[in-house]
């Protein structure tokens, strides 16, 4: 089993030589995959990483995923509505001994990060901003951190799908999860496999 250190120095060759011809996607998308248990590992390499890159003539745009959550959630109009609404729940889970109830709160969330498997248009407008960004750069590549942050809320084979089409640059995705055959993955380890992405993985 490869440690984070060689997929890095894969996906570093695979950058510098480009998508294989027998890739299954037409997007330059590169997944790192890395079990869960080295999720905290993973964010003390990041900046290590992104010194490589650079030593590779790579310009780096970095997308927390969980900040642009925190954001969107933050800013949204019906903020108020959702912390009275919770409140509530709070008080009569309370008062009847037992424990709140997640699945609609996160239900709410979740519609309005993306509804129908598409993206909500803030989201959407946040990942332009970083994709046009990193396009403006000579060699310039995005790379998406913190993806455990879309649970229970997103996946992000649903951003893959927005961005198919839109991309010009690389993007590095640093996903949390497992392989299964050549283009399952299961997100966070439990969720069932997914073969639905386009992208080439590393890991």
Request: some cysteine; charged content about 25%; glycine content about 4%.
């Amino acid at each position: 089993m490869q440690s984070l250190r060689d997929n890095f120095e894969t996906l570093r060759q695979r950058l510098g030589h480009g998508r294989h011809l027998d890739s299954a996607g037409t997007e330059p998308i590169y997944y790192l995959v890395f079990p869960v248990a080295d999720i905290l590992e993973v964010k003390r390499q990041t900046k290590t990483w992104n010194a490589r890159l650079k030593n590779d003539n790579w310009d780096v745009v970095l997308l927390s995923l969980a900040d642009a959550i925190a954001i969107l959630l933050q800013k949204n109009r019906l903020r108020k509505v959702w912390l009275d609404t919770e409140r509530q729940l709070a008080q009569q889970a309370e008062s009847r001994h037992q424990p709140i109830d997640p699945r609609e709160i996160n239900k709410t969330l979740s519609k309005a990060l993306s509804e129908n498997s598409k993206l909500a248009p803030e989201l959407a407008s946040l990942l332009d901003s970083a994709v046009e960004k990193a396009e403006a750069k000579p060699n310039g590549l995005l790379m998406l951190t913190d993806l455990e942050a879309l649970h229970p809320y997103l996946r992000i084979n649903t951003i893959e799908a927005y961005l198919s089409g839109r991309v010009r640059c690389p993007i590095i995705v640093l996903y949390p999860g497992l392989r299964e055959g050549k283009t399952s993955l299961r997100f966070l380890e439990f969720y069932p496999p997914d073969p639905n992405y386009r992208s080439d993985h590393i890991g």
